[in-house]
């Protein structure tokens, strides 16, 4: 049977990166898919405390991913939507896949090292400067690993970010099987179209919530004068001359606002997206920008706004309960296979 499984970090109200990249690709499966296709997404509160976080923070910023998560139309009723906590097969499952991930295949991954401040290249557990990196931030990506397989997911819709996750993934999946048998499928990643969205105040970086700037990322609950606001100081470049042309070598800033235009349409056709803006200004072109941006986010806000003002904490507290029972159902049918095969059953 298909599954999508896919998750997100409680960081707070998502943005534009996670929505292209992401979010709205979940939102469209309850469309494309047949009823056969199950549908299950995680908010992954265990992965949020690889850096330790404030309890009343964690507990706003996951309410405030529900309640968007909600708010971009996904449907309960249609899908799983769950809290990463709830469903402690997730951790159990991490356990038994970390005793078959090698240290040599972690060490390789890029994100602990980006998260350290310290170059892709450097290798090495015994450098000085991982000496304070924690186990959790380390073994991540297998608790990722285990998010996947504990449904048994076939499809994992991601951005570009999150592939070398899934590759590991498939990795364990491989040596699981080498060691206990064949229980899972190997997960296929779902990169969407929008798969790097970049920073608005420095188009080499991805858009990222933990980037210092706030006006780099455009959160999907912004004001439509905030959104202006920050399209107008999007670092673009000085070629006034050149007008609007599509070229993400030479003029990243400028391209990446193209980029987004287009996703936000559903069309790739960059190119021709930046001909059809032939002899406007930099300022005007960014007032278009704006402006789609703030139409696709209207429904969002509204339905985000109606949420907390009338549904409520009961009716969160209902969905993720609900949620995460459906959860850990899909969750122990895997769990029995695994513990058979391992001989803990
Ligand atoms: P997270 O919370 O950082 O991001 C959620 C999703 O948003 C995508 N994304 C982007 N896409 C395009 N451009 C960007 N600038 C951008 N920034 C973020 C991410 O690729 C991701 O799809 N480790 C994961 C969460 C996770 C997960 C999982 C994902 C935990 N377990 C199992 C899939 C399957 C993360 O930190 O995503």
Redesign the pocket.
């Known amino acids: 049977p298909k599954t999508i499984?896919?998750?997100?970090?409680p960081?707070g109200v998502?943005?534009l990166?996670?929505y292209?990249?992401?979010?709205k690709q979940w939102t469209s499966f309850q469309n494309t898919e047949t009823e056969s296709t199950k549908l299950i997404f995680?908010i992954?509160d265990l992965?949020a405390i690889t850096s330790p976080q404030k309890a009343s923070n964690l507990r706003q910023w996951k309410k405030e991913m529900l309640t968007t998560l909600l708010a971009i139309g996904l449907n309960p009723d249609r899908c799983i939507i769950f809290e990463?906590s709830r469903v402690p097969a997730h951790s159990e499952l991490m356990w038994i896949l970390s005793c078959i991930s090698s240290t040599g295949r972690l060490s390789r991954m890029t994100?602990w090292k980006s998260k350290l401040g310290i170059s892709e290249e450097h290798h090495s557990l015994e450098d000085k400067s991982t000496e304070t990196l924690k186990l959790g931030l380390f073994s991540?990506p297998v608790?990722?690993a285990a998010?996947?397989l504990v449904h048994r997911?076939t499809h994992?819709?991601?951005?570009?970010?999150?592939a070398q996750?899934?590759e590991l993934t498939r990795d364990i999946v491989g040596a699981f099987h080498h060691n206990y048998g064949k229980v899972f499928p190997l997960p296929a990643t779902l990169l969407?179209p929008?798969?790097?969205?970049?920073?608005l105040s420095d188009p080499t970086q991805?858009?990222?919530?933990s980037a210092p700037d706030p006006k780099s990322r455009i959160l999907l609950t912004d004001s439509p004068t905030s959104v202006q606001g920050k399209i107008k100081v999007a670092l673009t470049d000085s070629l006034e001359t050149y007008g609007i042309t599509y070229d993400p070598q030479k003029r990243p800033g400028l391209s990446n606002l193209i980029e987004i235009y287009a996703h936000i349409q559903g069309r790739e056709d960059f190119e021709h997206v930046a001909s059809e803006f032939e002899g406007l200004t930099k300022k005007v072109f960014k007032e278009r920008v704006a402006d789609c941006i703030n139409e696709s986010l209207e429904s969002i806000r509204s339905e985000y706004t109606r949420i907390t003002e009338t549904e409520g904490d009961g009716f969160l507290e209902k969905v993720v309960r609900e949620g995460s029972a459906k959860a850990a159902n899909s969750a122990e049918e895997t769990m029995v296979k695994v513990r058979e095969a391992l001989g803990l059953l």
């Open positions: 499984f896919s998750g997100i970090q960081t998502p943005h990166g996670n292209l990249g992401a979010l995680c992954v992965h990463q994100q991540y608790l990722q998010d996947i997911a994992v819709p991601v951005g570009e970010d999150q996750h899934l969407s929008a798969k790097r969205v970049m920073s991805k858009m990222s919530k």
